[in-house]
């Protein structure tokens, strides 16, 4: 049964950091492309960032590049999600989502976990 499990959301003032977690089971992570995405209530999901099978390559939204920093530890089935410089628009519900296909710009993924919430205030 695939799982992926996110953690690590709370609730930060802006301009500090989190780092949000991923734990993943049930498929060879090792093979899969992993992407971080957020929703608002009300909102369309959107995508934040995504990460190769290997952790080589890299893809960022606009709107978190140079701040966020998406890394995978293939030993631990692991995704991560490094939040700096935090602002009150990046409070969102926060998914990990899990693919077979290859390329990082591909928006469609297979496998996505339940959210972690992240509330920044001003």
């Known amino acids: 049964q695939v799982q992926l499990v996110e953690s690590g959301g709370g609730a930060v003032q802006a301009g500090d950091s989190l780092r949000l977690s991923c734990a993943a089971s049930g498929f060879t992570f090792g093979s899969y492309r992993m992407g971080w995405f957020r929703q608002v209530p009300g909102k369309e999901r959107e995508f934040v960032a995504s990460i190769s099978w290997s952790g080589g390559s890299t893809y960022y939204a606009d709107s978190v590049k140079g701040r966020f920093t998406i890394s995978r530890d293939n030993a631990k089935n692991t995704v991560y999600l490094q939040m700096n410089g935090l602002k009150p628009e990046d409070t969102a519900v926060y998914y990990c989502?899990?693919?077979?296909?290859?390329?990082?710009?591909?928006?469609?993924?297979?496998?996505w976990g339940q959210g972690t919430q992240v509330t920044v205030s001003s």
């Open positions: 989502a899990a693919d077979p296909r290859t390329s990082v710009y591909n928006p469609t993924y297979l496998y």
